[in-house]
Nanobody, 119 residues
Framework: QVQLVESGGGLVQPGGSLRLSCVAS????????MNWYRQAPGKERELVAA????????NYVDSVKGRFTISRDNAKNSVYLQMNSLSPEDTAVYYC????????????WGQGTQVTVSS
């Protein structure tokens, strides 16, 4: 079955950095675009970053442009989110997402990893 497992969250001071990882299994990872979403308390889940199947195309929400970098390693079935210059506004649960075609399109989510930016 499809599984997405995130790791790398934690508590970091403003201005600090974290690197999130997501390991995928159960589908042909290299054929699918991958996404990172986040959800802060009381807010809707938002798309933070996306990367194409081969990694040649990336997109970011405006609030993280220049600070976050999404990347992937298809040999390791993994997608990453490097987060620099973190601010308290980045505090949220971060989720890895893939929309996988299995007869029809299904949206799969990891369990989420908490990122807290606080002094």
């Amino acid at each position: 079955q499809v599984q997405l497992v995130e790791s790398g969250g934690g508590l970091v001071q403003p201005g600090g950095s974290l690197r999130l990882s997501c390991v995928a299994s159960g589908f042909t990872f290299s054929k699918y675009a991958m996404n990172w979403y986040r959800q802060a308390p009381g807010k809707e889940r938002e798309l933070v970053a996306a990367i194409s199947s081969a990694g040649g195309s990336t997109n970011y929400v405006d609030s993280v442009k220049g600070r976050f970098t999404i990347s992937r390693d298809n040999a390791k079935n993994s997608v990453y989110l490097q987060m620099n210059s973190l601010s308290p506004e980045d505090t949220a649960v971060y989720y890895c997402n893939a929309d996988v075609y299995l007869g029809e399109i299904y949206a799969y989510w990891g369990q989420g990893t908490q990122v807290t930016v606080s002094s």
